[in-house]
């Protein structure tokens, strides 16, 4: 099978290798923030945020929106660091961002005493484990492509 020609590089392939890294990162950054505020949704906020109730003050059970989020947000966020830079090493400092953020915040404590991410939060507990599931399953899938020789 005849491969097609590569483009010759750019002086613009290490600057956009860069900016496609940060802003993945960034990326993590702000959707994990996201999924952590998202974690403690219940049904009843659906009505109650529009009055200006805080999230988690309605009743009902809680929503895995951060659960859906997270696997969402992660897998294009792992597509968009190798898709800019070209390399399957990219998606790694994003996933390595949101998970070290998602355990910061299972693992500290507020003034009060509490823990920011619970662990009676079956919804927090499974986000992290999906979004991060969702960075290994991309990676994998990205090692098993096979690297057309030239």
């Given at each position: 099978?005849?491969?097609?020609?590569?483009?010759?590089?750019?002086?613009?392939?290490?600057?956009?290798?860069?900016?496609?890294?940060?802003?993945?990162?960034?990326?993590?950054?702000?959707?994990?923030?996201?999924?952590?505020?998202?974690?403690?949704?219940?049904?009843?906020?659906?009505?109650?945020?529009?009055?200006?109730?805080?999230?988690?003050?309605?009743?009902?059970p809680?929503?895995?929106v951060?659960?859906?989020?997270?696997?969402?947000?992660?897998?294009?966020?792992?597509?968009?660091?190798?898709?800019?830079?070209?390399?399957?090493?990219?998606?790694?400092?994003p996933?390595?961002?949101?998970?070290?953020m998602?355990?910061?915040?299972?693992?500290?404590?507020?003034?009060?005493?509490?823990?920011?991410?619970?662990g009676?939060?079956?919804?927090?507990?499974?986000?992290?484990l999906?979004?991060?599931?969702?960075?290994?399953?991309?990676?994998?899938?990205?090692?098993?492509?096979r690297?057309?020789?030239?």
């Amino acid at each position: 099978m005849i491969q097609p020609e590569q483009p010759a590089p750019t002086k613009w392939e290490p600057v956009i290798r860069v900016g496609g890294i940060l802003v993945a990162t960034v990326a993590a950054v702000v959707t994990g923030v996201l999924e952590l505020l998202l974690t403690s949704l219940r049904w009843g906020d659906l009505t109650s945020i529009w009055r200006g109730d805080p999230i988690g003050s309605g009743g009902g059970p809680l929503l895995g929106v951060a659960i859906l989020l997270a696997v969402v947000a992660n897998w294009a966020i792992a597509w968009f660091a190798v898709a800019t830079t070209g390399r399957r090493w990219a998606l790694g400092p994003p996933w390595a961002v949101w998970t070290l953020m998602m355990l910061f915040a299972a693992g500290v404590r507020t003034p009060e005493g509490d823990y920011l991410l619970g662990g009676e939060d079956w919804v927090a507990l499974v986000m992290i484990l999906a979004g991060s599931l969702t960075f290994a399953v991309y990676a994998y899938r990205q090692i098993l492509k096979r690297i057309p020789r030239g």
